[in-house]
């Protein structure tokens, strides 16, 4: 089966979820015998043509003008010029499968598919956008063959924006279990956060909880970010005393599961999971790696995990509670070790194979009709 995956700006260099997915994801299918390869958009800081940890990239078109019209139409005749371009070399696509988190997006993937003429679309949206004007243009995404969602929560939105039940499947996110594993590293008195520096992460929240946990606990908060700017008010939250001198800000590209497992509870406290993913990587990789979650209660959440069992769930955007379930958690040593466990088991179940499998089916499914 030849394959092509569609995404905006890879740069594998960027840990972003969706790059990383979707590595994992051509990665698993070449070992399986299918012929992958990842096609995105032309960036000046990016080669047009490379191979990534065995796959095939091209970022062949889309280089912007000056213009914000041209800037849109190169981005969007970017896919279905490197499709054309691809089959003329010889490579006819059986899978178009385009990934976004906006049903916008879609229509890079109907030129695409257009461009092919063959090819069957599948057009994967990680969560709920966020409401915008472009909201009403949601009704596009019928014209894919299929769609996948991460939860059914996103499936019953959609639908309600008018897509059609039999078009949407649910495929959950997926994650390297064999790189995100249990050590027999020893816990240290860390909390850890990870990811971006940003409100969608719901960083804030947990930075002014610091100052009261730091009181009542002996803990040390670790916040493992990626190099980029800071924006100014988290300048100002890690200007507080009583929060910086509790905190190592580790500001690199870091080894991830190695801090992962020397910390006792990981602290994910998003406020809502639009335009992330519906099953938070970061949350999947921290159970992967035997470490207690705490994260928000969340209907996105409610939907996978079994609270109080498997992870435990604050009220979003509330730093009282975040603080309180925070040092419950980590004055019980025993409740922290029933969720490690539980979460661990649970994060099982979403291994990129098993996940690449249900890829196949669909995929297989499209071209026998």
């Excluded at 064999?178 to 027999?184: G, H, L, R, V």
């Excluded at 890690?238 to 500001?251: G, Q, Y």
């Amino acid at each position: 089966m030849n394959i092509a995956l569609l995404l905006t700006g890879f740069d594998i260099r960027i840990r972003e979820a969706t790059k990383v997915t979707v590595l994992l994801l051509a990665k698993e299918l070449k070992k399986l015998g299918h012929n992958v390869v990842i096609i995105s958009d032309k960036r000046k800081h990016l080669v047009s043509e490379e191979v990534v940890e065995g796959i095939k990239v091209y970022r062949l078109y889309g280089k912007s003008k000056n213009t914000e019209p041209n800037k849109i139409l190169n981005y969007f005749t970017a896919f279905p010029k490197s499709i054309k371009y691809l089959e003329k070399k010889g490579l006819k696509f059986d899978i178009i499968h385009n990934f976004s988190s906006s049903p916008l997006l879609v229509l890079r993937g109907l030129l695409a598919k257009k461009a092919s003429k063959r090819a069957k679309l599948v057009h994967s949206i990680k969560s709920t956008p966020k409401k915008t004007k472009w909201n009403v243009l949601t009704r596009i995404l019928n014209f894919s063959d299929t769609i996948t969602v991460q939860s059914n929560i996103t499936k019953q939105k959609l639908i309600k924006e008018g897509i059609k039940n039999n078009k949407i499947r649910i495929i959950n996110s997926h994650i390297d279990t064999e790189y995100f594993k249990k050590t027999k590293t020893k816990k240290e008195k860390i909390v850890l956060y990870y990811g971006p520096l940003v409100d969608r992460k719901g960083a804030t929240y947990l930075l002014k909880s610091i100052p009261k946990i730091a009181k009542e606990t002996k803990v040390k908060f670790y916040f493992v970010i990626k190099p980029t700017k800071i924006k100014p008010h988290y300048k100002e939250l890690l200007k507080n005393p009583e929060i910086s001198k509790h905190l190592n800000l580790i500001v690199k590209q870091a080894n991830i599961p190695e801090y992962i497992n020397k910390s006792e509870l990981v602290v994910l406290p998003y406020p809502n999971l639009q335009a992330t993913e519906s099953n938070p990587s970061c949350i999947l990789e921290s159970m992967s790696c035997g470490t207690a979650v705490i994260s928000s209660d969340l209907p996105e959440l409610n939907e996978i995990f079994e609270k109080d069992k498997e992870i435990i769930l604050t009220k979003p955007r509330d730093v009282k509670d975040l603080t309180e379930k925070i040092i419950k958690l980590l004055n019980n040593k025993k409740l922290r070790d029933k969720i490690a466990l539980n979460g661990y088991k649970k994060s099982k179940q979403f291994d990129v194979k098993l996940i690449t499998k249900k890829y196949l089916e669909l995929y297989n499914s499209l071209l026998s009709n």
